[in-house]
């Protein structure tokens, strides 16, 4: 670099620390270093992947909804989650990523989805758990989102956090339901919650010590809360809705901390975690050969409008 290049790129980089430090936003025609491009790219990625994934395990019970309404409002929730996914790939391609290739990555097994959709859903109390509890840990994560540096992510988490509201209600609403029910029901959803309630607190990902990214996210106002920050918040604001729904979370260690002003809790099995992530767990190999056989099966339509998008323009 020569000598005016090198202050050029100083100062760049003073105005985006600039930006950063009075909380201001970073928008696409900014410039921005690699190294935010790059972290955002991949956060967007991942959660936008995590949106279209998370589709399938609900959507498994679309056809077997025990009745009209609960069929109409699941199928609500679904085709919302499909929304957040697009509105959330448009956020990836203003920093100049390519739709096409991040579904490729995906269905490629390049890039991540969150691994609570790893999990199979086996009982329809399962649609009550996972709106309560998958997208109540979504929440957590997102409200801060809203304040992200990168300005269209931000933006997009507006909106997104406000459908999610509705998705976690609905799932309270759902389990509240049941346990007004039988016992019968009020078993499938106790049953249903032991097995949420783990893969739900490891949605925050691994405790902060050991995870890579977070400090540089942090500076960069990425990321607004530590992994274990975010758990904490999401613990507490859950065991008053347990209660009040009757339900108990399979956590021994769980109690009020005086101290504190917080409950303690158990560690989640974080080797499960990592398996899961490694591809092993139990729905792994199904949601990505779904998400493949989607991918290619509408590679028809894709075709079809991008002939009469080219039409039209010439
Ligand atoms: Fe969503
Ligand atoms: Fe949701």
Known sequence: MTTSETLQADALQGGFDETIAREQRVEPRDWMPDGYRKSLIRQIAQHAHSEIIGMQPEGNWLTRA???????????????????????????????????????????????????????????ADVGTIGWLVDGAAICNQVPLCRSSFGPYARAMIRVCKEESFHQRQG?????????????QRAMVQESVNRWWWPALMMFG???????????????????????????????MSIPQAE??????????????????????????????????????????????????????GAWVREAAMAFAARNAS
């Open 172 to 184: 309270y609403e759902l389990l509240a339901t049941m346990m007004r029910g039988t016992d019968e």
């Open 206 to 236: 691994p405790p902060d010590d050991e995870s890579p990214n977070t400090e540089q996210s942090m500076k960069w106002g990425i990321k607004r809360h530590t992994n274990d920050e975010l758990r904490q918040r999401f613990v507490d």
């Open 66 to 124: 025990p009745s009209l309404r609960r069929k109409a409002i699941l199928m609500a929730k679904v085709q919302d989650e499909a929304g957040h996914g697009l509105y959330l790939y448009s956020a990836a391609e203003t920093l100049g990523a390519d739709r096409a290739d991040l579904t490729v990555k995906l269905i490629e097994g390049k890039q991540k989805y969150s691994s609570i959709f790893n999990y199979p859903t086996l009982t329809y």
């Open 244 to 297: 009040a729904l009757g339900v108990t979370f399979p956590d021994p260690d769980l109690e009020w901390n005086d101290e504190r002003q917080s409950h303690d809790f158990g560690e989640p099995d974080w080797s499960e975690f990592m398996q899961v992530i490694k591809g092993n767990g139990a729905s792994n190999v199904e949601r990505i050969a779904n998400r493949r056989a989607a991918h290619f099966g």
